[in-house]
């Protein structure tokens, strides 16, 4: 959760990547303090049993720059209490404010055992997570085929920590233990643990109601929660309900958002339902994107708008998919949370291409966030990133990252005078070292067609896995390209599909022929005629990926490919585009030395007018003559 009531109920704190808000809820509710020193992106929040300290694994800035680290706060104040930048795992707080200690699951053996000692961590000891009453295991939502060491590259962990020590830990296996963590050692305990399977990638949140323990996993692909209820002995039961984002489950109400406009509340006690609308809460406070800084079609307005909801009581707390406020759903009461009024035209541009991504995303049981916005003190310009879970190092993962972090390539994040100085990312996809069979590589030019993404415009993570592959620029990796021959040729012949179209799909349905047809030099030259009539924006190394895709899989046959790419275009496509052309003629020349003259011949014979292409056909030539393998060896 990153949202936490305060142990008295009278406080409520909420963070996000914009900072931490406060809400006092003494008498009539009111925002009362907003700090953009402290962030909770994508943290969980615990509080001590006097309500006196909170801790999260969040983010801070306090300079020019943010940095990610745990992060002890003061209440009512929010002020920085302590912070830890030595370890990136779930932590809790529990104990009163006077010998607060932390639980912090490093790893699935145990649980550290930690006290706050002024503005620092000291370690006391390990909760061994071995030895719980084993329930039987439970398949919760939608599943995937998992490869049984995923864990070793992905482990998803996850501990929901209570004032009195009442814990709920994820491991990395997805075995969920139930426990209490004393003050003192040898008084703690275990009391479940209950082996989970679920979807590698989906959402999972972990909350404590009395005694009893709750396990919230979310199927984006259907808009369901599937909520796994345990008793303090371990009885079991599931059950589901509509949402489009994680539910919240207290003492007294279920609550749901249903719809981007609609929350449903259940009171447990009563069993009364009662249906709210949200809609009215939903617009931007903040002026829309000019079309104009998109470089390409302008998307269409996100319109799947998850917020967040919470509960006490009787009352519902609802913070909208932008952040700008937080509503009293209840009291029909908007209170606007004092976030800097001068980047919000920026805010609002970052947020809609995470609602847009995270609507492509759903088939794929994924969803991302903005990790951080950064307030530079003095200047306009605001480091960004985007937050994923940790994904497998297969091509999928590597699709699903470069889908969510595009943000900077196809726009100008130049808006009411702020500009970004930087995009990082946290979490997502590495390195590919499963390798993607045919049948994957359909499932996921599907998912492409359907998210409006063509195959190159993961230009980046291609180029890097056909570069290790190819020896381009250092000697190959024979396992480096992760694919098999049947999945590079679909992955091929999507590409030029989605070039053809213009850079916009012309199909929605995969077709079989795709899988089969071999991909001849006629095919080739006709689809790259879409390059002249090209409508989204161009990915920066579009080309390069596009180049060594073809020369990898068509051998000799590529050579006349790429001297038509060279032929055909008075202007480059991309800056680089005559190099990376020529550079894949020379990596072919080498593999097949028999093409060289033909191809000094061919290449001497195109003539342009473009101030830069006597360079390049020079640098080309000259890594041909000396046998290179590609323009920087020495051959």
Known sequence: MRSMFSADGKQWIFGDAFGLTRL?????????KHSTKVFNPHGVMSVTNDGK???????TQTGAYGNDRVVCVGLPGLGIKAEDDKARAPVGLYGPSTDAHVLRLQNDAALDVLRL?????????????????????????????????RTKYVPRRALRVMPDGRFLALRGDDQL????????????????ALPLRLHPFVT?????????????????????????EVSRTGSVQVYELPAIAPPVVTERAIVSQVSSDTIWRRDLISGHDAVFDVGAY????????????FKGEAPAEPTRLPGHVDALGDRVLFVPWHGECVVVVTDHQRLDRGLPPGPVGFR?????????????????????ALAHLDIHPRYPSLPCGAWLPWLPPTFEGLLITSYTRKLIEYMELRIGGYSWGSFSGVGGGGWCYERTDEATMARLVQWMMVADMAPTEADRDIERMYGDAMGIPHDPRPDGLCLTPAAERLLLRASLEAIRGGGKWEVLELPESWATEPITVALANDALQGLHRWRSYRPYTMLQALCMMLAHHMGADALPVLIKLLQDHDEPFVYNHWRNCGELI???????????????AQLSAIKKTHSSWAYEQDLTLKALARGAKHHWSNG
């Open 24 to 32: 006092d809820l003494t008498k009539a509710p009111k925002v009362s």
């Open 348 to 368: 609002r541009a970052l947020l809609e291409h995470f609602a847009r991504v995270n609507e492509g995303l759903r088939p794929l049981q994924v969803q991302s």
């Open 53 to 59: 300290l909170a801790l999260m694994d969040g983010r």
């Open 117 to 149: 000692k002024g503005d620092e961590l000291e370690n006391l000891r390990s909760i061994p997570l071995t030895g719980a009453t084993r329930l039987d295991a439970l398949s919760v939502g939608p599943q995937a085929e998992i490869e049984p060491d």
């Open 204 to 228: 999972v949140r972990l909350v404590w109601v009395g005694e009893t323990a709750y396990a919230v996993v979310m199927d984006h692909a259907a808009d369901v929660a599937r909520i796994v």
């Open 282 to 293: 939903n617009p931007h406070p903040g002026p829309a994107v000019d079309p104009a800084l």
């Open 177 to 192: 233990i139930a426990g209490q963590a004393s003050l003192m050692p040898g008084h703690d305990e275990l009391w479940w």
């Open 586 to 600: 020379v990596w072919i020349c080498h593999a097949h030395p028999q093409l060289k003259d033909s191809a000094i």
